[in-house]
């Protein structure tokens, strides 16, 4: 086995110290950038308090557990709602309409609401689910 002299020079340099090094810095870099870039501040220009027209406002008709029609919130019977529709209608030809039934309620009831918006000739229409749970 040779023994290394003081005077004589090294033949190779050890550079892990020096890669742990850059690994660890190129890491601080990565982070502090992504944290700081989060997003581009901007100051948003504010709208009018007025409803826009361009886009209606979906109604919604719903039929509780116990058979009753309720158009956005309120209670209403078939001729009701009908006449109501009507009316939204006439404001906006493509008014959208969703149809939110209880599963526990005649399936009858939700195919004469349905007959109702082609009567109406509703056509952007939606049924209302939930989302399976696994």
């Known amino acids: 086995m040779k023994v290394q002299d003081d005077n004589e020079p090294y033949d190779d340099i050890n550079i892990t110290p020096m890669l ?9 870099f990565i982070i502090m950038t992504t944290a700081t870039v989060q997003g581009i501040v901007v100051n948003l220009p504010k709208a009018s ?3 826009n027209l361009a886009q209606p406002k979906t109604k919604a008709v719903t039929i509780d557990a ?28 493509d008014l959208p309409v969703v149809i939110k039934g209880d599963a526990k309620i005649q399936y009858e009831k939700v195919i004469a609401v349905m007959d109702l918006m082609g009567k109406l000739e509703i056509t952007h229409l939606g049924l209302v689910t939930q989302k399976l749970v696994k």
């Open 49 to 51: 308090a007025t409803p």
């Open 66 to 93: 116990a058979g009753q029609v309720y158009l956005d919130t309120y209670p209403v019977s078939m001729a009701e709602l009908e006449t109501r529709l009507r009316q939204y209608k006439a404001i906006t030809p």
């Open 20 to 28: 742990d090094l850059a690994y660890v810095l190129l890491v601080i």
